[in-house]
């Protein structure tokens, strides 16, 4: 019997992990369903200008209300959205919500933009989805640069001529490129050059820190010089103390969001501080 335990302990499948893969099937299967529900909503971070404290946009970030589950990340949901296909769907219902939200606020904000995380996936979709976007925009009176579209260092991974000749197209459309979570992923350096990038975004875990950590303050200052030197701007994301928007501010990072200032909100908290013309 011993033996047997021990044996079954170096087993690949432990309960527990099986049943975080039941859970997956299961959410899987209610992703699709929650499409036709309507169980997704929008919520926007303020993204402001560290040197003057105005909002000039916000970071469009998914939410789910499952019917028993309650609210579910979408570092639970997005995974399994991609792996599925469904996150082409769930991309565009982003995008036109997103079009509709501009439509409004920059009626209170004209210059207001809003940034919209896009998955690899979205590239490599046979549809092409993401290149129906400037027709979209210009469908709903808007100019190309309301739009900032956050990609990952994943994304760029392989280099591919099919992600530089997409990118292209959006940006002559005025479409601005920000490149998230930058320093976290396993690409190299080189894609700054190859591909047109308009931000970077410091990952929220070189910031968390930046008050006692000097690696991380060293680290930020680089990222800042070389955006800057490349002709990009920089948004540090997960500002979290008055001690990191301080610091950054003095170190010339162009813009921040974090929960200093606010949470990811509902659309309707986010206009109140458009019409507060709120400032940080
Ligand atoms: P992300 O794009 O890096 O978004 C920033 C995440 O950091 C958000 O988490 C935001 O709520 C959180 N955050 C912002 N400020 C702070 C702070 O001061 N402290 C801390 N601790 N966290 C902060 P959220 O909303 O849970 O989103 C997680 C990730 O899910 C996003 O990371 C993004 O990769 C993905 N995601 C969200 N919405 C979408 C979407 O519409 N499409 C796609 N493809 N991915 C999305
Ligand atoms: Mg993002
Ligand atoms: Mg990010
Ligand atoms: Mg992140």
Not at 50 to 56: N, W, Y
Not at 80 to 101: H, K, M, N, P, T
Request: proline fraction near 4%.
């Amino acid at each position: 019997a011993a033996k047997g335990q021990g044996r079954n302990r170096s087993c690949f499948f432990t309960p527990s992990m099986q049943l975080a893969a039941q859970t997956r099937v299961r959410l899987g299967k209610d992703l699709r369903q929650a499409m036709a529900c309507g169980q997704f909503r929008l919520h926007y971070q303020p993204i402001l200008a560290l040197h003057d404290g105005r909002i000039r946009g916000a970071e469009a970030l998914l939410r789910w209300q499952h019917p028993e589950r309650g609210w579910i990340s979408p570092a639970e949901f997005i995974p399994l959205a991609e792996d599925s296909g469904l996150i082409v769907e769930l991309g565009s219902w982003v995008f036109a919500e997103v079009c509709r939200q501009l439509q409004q606020w920059r009626q209170l904000q004209p210059q207001l933009h809003i940034s919209v995380n896009v998955s690899p996936i979205q590239f490599f979709a046979d549809n092409a989805n993401l290149l129906q976007w400037p027709a979209q925009l210009a469908a709903h009176g808007l100019p190309g640069d309301s739009v900032v579209l956050e990609i990952t260092e994943r994304l760029l991974l392989d280099n591919r001529d099919q992600v530089s000749t997409q990118l292209h197209a959006l940006r002559q459309c005025g479409i601005r490129v920000s490149l998230d979570d930058f320093g976290t992923g396993y690409s190299s350096l080189s894609y700054l050059k190859k591909f047109a990038i308009d931000y970077l975004k410091i990952d929220q875990s070189f910031v968390r820190h930046l008050e006692t950590d000097g690696s991380d303050r060293a680290l930020c200052e680089a990222i800042i010089a070389m955006a800057h030197r490349l002709d990009m701007r920089v948004v540090a994301e997960g500002i979290e103390l008055a001690a990191h928007h301080d610091w950054l501010r003095e170190a010339g990072c162009d813009f921040g969001q974090g929960f200093l200032f606010a949470r990811a909100l509902p659309a309707a908290e986010f206009e109140a501080l458009l019409r507060q013309r709120r400032t940080f």
